[in-house]
């Protein structure tokens, strides 16, 4: 298939220009947005991973998170303040795993709550937190994320299916492992289902990845945004050959 082809050269092509990244390292608007970049990157590779080896079960959860990150990307590239929405959900989630970690015995947090000091953490924290707080920068959830990027069509719709893969819904227990016949149904497991039956997760995480590459090379001015705009110009050329949406 053409654009899964593409995709693969895409995501080899982006680790090439990846090199040419040069940030402030104790900035941290330029240290998370290199970071969103990489992830995203990295799913694109894991997703192309399970495709090609008929592992396909794990797209659709692949791709959930590299769209989260892309969301992530494209709010902080935006609007630098973006990241004080992040660094609240940051600490937020710190102070649940130091509360739990010291109200109660739990063996998955055994190593936090050995290590001493747990109340000073949790009061650093809460500190930072409620500073952020008071100044209006609130934990987003993934809709607020969706809104703040101009993609609630995205989320009313396409992230809908992801999360009921994610969550195991009976949808996606449906559509992964029955085979339905005239009278009867076989459940399957690991079903061989064609490549084009993922089109949509292709396309998608190209048309992101490019997207998210003409951002950053052109936010951090490496040099590379030319080739990237050739690459964009070929997913065009390629998508004018096929329609997803119609």
């Not at 084009?196 to 490019?210: C, K, M, N, P």
Request: aromatic share 12%.
């Amino acid at each position: 298939m053409e654009i899964f082809d593409f995709l693969k050269h895409l995501n080899n092509e982006c680790i090439r220009f990846s090199e040419h990244l040069v940030f402030n390292k104790t900035h941290p608007r330029h240290l998370h947005l290199v970071g969103l970049y990489g992830t995203l990157i990295e799913l694109a590779g894991s997703l192309i991973m399970l495709i090609d080896r008929k592992r396909r079960t794990g797209v659709p959860l692949i791709f959930r998170s590299f769209l989260e990150a892309y969301v992530d990307l494209k709010n902080l590239h935006e609007k630098a303040e973006y990241g004080y929405h992040m660094d609240a959900i940051y600490h937020e989630q710190w102070i649940k795993l130091l509360k739990e970690a010291k109200n109660k015995p739990n063996p998955y947090l055994k190593d936090i709550s050995q290590g001493g000091n747990l109340d000073e953490q949790i009061q650093e924290h809460e500190k930072e937190f409620a500073d952020l707080k008071n100044k209006g920068y609130n934990p987003l959830n993934v809709f607020q994320r969706f809104e703040r990027a101009g993609m609630e069509d995205e989320y009313r719709s396409f992230y809908n299916f992801l999360s009921s893969d994610a969550h195991n819904n009976i949808r996606a227990l449906v559509n992964r492992h029955l085979e339905i016949h005239e009278t009867d149904f076989t459940v399957v497991y690991y079903k061989d289902e064609p490549l084009e039956d993922f089109l949509t997760y292709i396309d998608s995480t190209a048309g992101f990845l490019v997207n998210a590459s003409l951002r950053i090379h052109g936010y951090f001015e490496t040099g590379s945004l030319a080739e990237i705009k050739k690459l964009a110009q070929r997913l065009n050329e390629i998508r004018s050959r096929y329609q997803i949406f119609t």
